[in-house]
């Protein structure tokens, strides 16, 4: 039997409702990214089957120790975590050292890694993970750069039809933030996302439309806060820094915490508003480049498979957040 069928066949039982969802998450932690893991990890209705992470807010080097601290400090160490693509396809590395720091993830301190790193590439966990669970069952969800899903893709076609959907943090339908137009996980690496933008398989763009709503108040800071726990804490001193570097960087008041609302539209369809449309991303040279092309002219066309956030139950979302950090406790 190929190593990657399982022995049904099947496409999972989704009659279920109850049962957790099944999600690999690829990320670049980096401030949102790590609450994106820890809301994960926390929320009940998702089962955490891996993290692979891709450079993009810092080095991959860092982004991947940075895994590691946010698995300690969550007590999710059992979880596999494998270290993916260096920099993207074709263009040249770019860091958000202004929004992350020098680690990626400055401000609090940062444990050690309680486990090895998986052996595997990055890219070859992904392809595992989709390939040896039931058909239809494993949703990706990235925040960082696509450059790990659009290698899997290439190097094995068969997840395409196999996952049961893509969720990403990136893109959006108006204003970028790395350039006036782009957004900074597409414009890391345009052509993986244009790889993945056409891949024959369910995706939902979250993009900044929705996630510059995702602010971290006063009054979400405060309910964090009365959580109490370390995670907790943890949380609070990344919002410290990503606040005033976000203030410092790109006048916001308050931050605005992009990647956990990928992980929220997984947990709670309902938290977003999501539009069908048709989905495309720039790779020409010059100001264009890394945009997000988001068709909203009338109805999608039939058999349209992307789907773009258009609206945000903010209030929803955070609530989703402090429950997930009270779930997490104190882990020993
Ligand atoms: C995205 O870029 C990164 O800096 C954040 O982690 C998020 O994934 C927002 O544009
Ligand atoms: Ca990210």
Redesign the pocket.
């Known amino acids: 039997m190929d190593a990657h069928e399982d022995t049904t066949g099947q496409p999972a039982d989704r009659a279920n409702e109850e049962a957790a969802r099944a999600v690999l998450i690829d990320c670049?932690p980096?401030?949102?990214?790590a609450i994106a893991l820890l809301l994960a990890h926390g929320d009940p209705r998702i089962e955490v089957l891996g993290i692979s992470t891709v450079a993009?807010?810092q080095t991959l080097e860092k982004i991947t120790r940075n895994a590691q601290s946010i698995a300690a400090v969550g007590g999710f160490s059992g979880v596999p975590i494998a270290a993916g693509a260096s920099r993207g396809l074709v263009a040249e590395p770019i860091v958000?050292g202004e929004?992350?720091g020098e680690s990626g993830l400055d401000g609090p301190h940062l444990p050690e890694a309680q486990a090895p790193l998986d052996p595997r590439h990055g890219v070859n966990l992904i392809i595992d993970t989709v390939m040896n669970r039931p058909a239809g069952s494993v949703t990706l969800v990235a925040?960082?750069p696509l450059t790990n899903l659009a290698l899997a893709v290439r190097l094995e076609p068969r997840i395409v039809e196999r996952v049961r959907e893509v969720v990403i943090?990136?893109g959006a339908i108006a204003t970028g933030?790395l350039t006036p137009v782009a957004?900074?996980?597409i414009a890391v690496d345009p052509e993986a996302a244009h790889i993945v933008f056409h891949a024959a398989w369910d995706l939902t763009m979250v993009g900044?439309d929705v996630?510059h709503q995702a602010l971290a108040t006063t009054e979400v800071r405060r309910q964090l806060a009365e959580v109490g726990t370390h995670p907790a804490k943890f949380v609070g001193a990344l919002l410290d820094f990503y606040g005033s570097a976000y203030t410092a960087e790109q006048g916001f008041e308050f931050p605005p915490v992009?990647?956990p609302v990928a992980v929220a539209a997984v947990i709670d369809p309902s938290v977003l508003t999501l539009r069908k449309a048709h989905l495309d991303v720039s790779l020409a040279e010059g100001p264009t480049r890394g945009m997000t092309v988001v068709d909203l002219r009338g109805p999608a066309p039939d058999g349209c498979r992307t789907s773009v956030a258009v609206g945000i139950d903010v209030e929803r979302f955070w609530a989703l957040v402090v429950a997930a950090l009270q779930r997490i406790g104190d882990p020993e």
């Open positions: 670049d980096g401030h949102d990214d993009g807010n958000a929004i992350h925040t960082g943090m990136g933030n957004e900074f996980n900044l996630t992009h990647d």
